[in-house]
């Protein structure tokens, strides 16, 4: 069974610093990885998708690295801004699932201007 | 121009009652799903359709029924509705294949069951 596991659960950061968020999940076999945000009270919103064939993927300030051998994700926000603050949940999709997605329980961010 | 849209954003009822809540998309997708966030929000797939057809049905309870009218709908009625039935649910979709499986999630639907 997988489980997807994400530190910190929260991340308080002064604006402009450079951060990274973690995640880590317990079956290699994986079809690809998404990095979601979550404002308050809205809905989820696709940051960075990975395939299991890729090492990273980049989109502006955010990038986010693959390691699939030792089961972990990486996403590093560049310049941080207040408007980053958000929580952001990590999922997995693994391999022959039926595009069913695990979810860790997510990082709560919070940039201070 | 949304995307993914679901109706009511807020539902209060009471214990025992039947109640639906309803998702588009207009997407063009193949796949939609529905998923339920808890009051600690760790986000768990419950239904999943590709096509009209049901793919993923986790453990959940048989008082929940998923309903998909066509590609770009799919509805979620619960009966008897329970305490433990209060969460977010949120509706999303995809395309599968060609690396385009990004699902896109709608704002959420508040159900409090009082």
Same mark, same amino acid.
């Given at each position: ?44 919103? =696709?940051? &960075?998708? !990975?395939?299991? #064939? *890729? ?6 300030? $955010?990038? +986010? ?7 972990? =994700?990486? &996403?590093? !926000?560049?310049? #941080? *801004? ?6 952001? $949940?990590? +999922? ?22 | ?114």
């Amino acid at each position: 069974k997988q489980e997807v596991t994400q530190i910190p659960a929260a991340l308080s950061v002064p604006e402009g610093e450079n951060l990274v968020l973690n995640c880590s999940f317990t079956d290699s076999a994986i079809y690809n990885l998404q990095w979601f945000r979550q404002d308050p009270g809205k809905g989820l919103t =696709s940051l &960075l998708l !990975i395939q299991s #064939s *890729q090492r990273e993927q980049t989109s502006g300030r $955010l990038n +986010a690295s693959l390691d699939k051998s030792s089961g972990r =994700s990486t &996403l590093y !926000i560049a310049a #941080s *801004q207040p408007g980053d603050s958000a929580t952001y $949940l990590c +999922a997995v999709r693994r391999r022959g699932s039926n595009y069913k997605l695990t979810f860790g329980k997510g990082t709560l961010l919070t940039v201070n201007p | 121009d949304t995307a993914v849209s679901q109706t009511p954003k807020y539902l209060v009822t009471q214990m025992g009652n039947d109640k639906s809540i309803k998702c588009e998309q207009n997407l063009g997708h193949d796949t939609m799903y529905w998923y339920k966030q808890d009051s600690k929000k760790f986000l768990k797939i419950m239904f999943s359709y590709n096509n009209k057809e049901l793919i993923i049905n986790e453990t959940v309870p048989n008082r929940f029924s998923p309903k998909s009218p066509d590609k770009a709908h799919l509805n979620l009625h619960i009966n008897s509705l329970e305490l433990g039935d209060s969460a977010v649910y949120f509706c999303a979709s995809s395309q599968e294949g060609q690396g385009r499986d990004t699902q896109y999630f709608g704002p959420g639907t508040r159900l409090t069951v009082l």
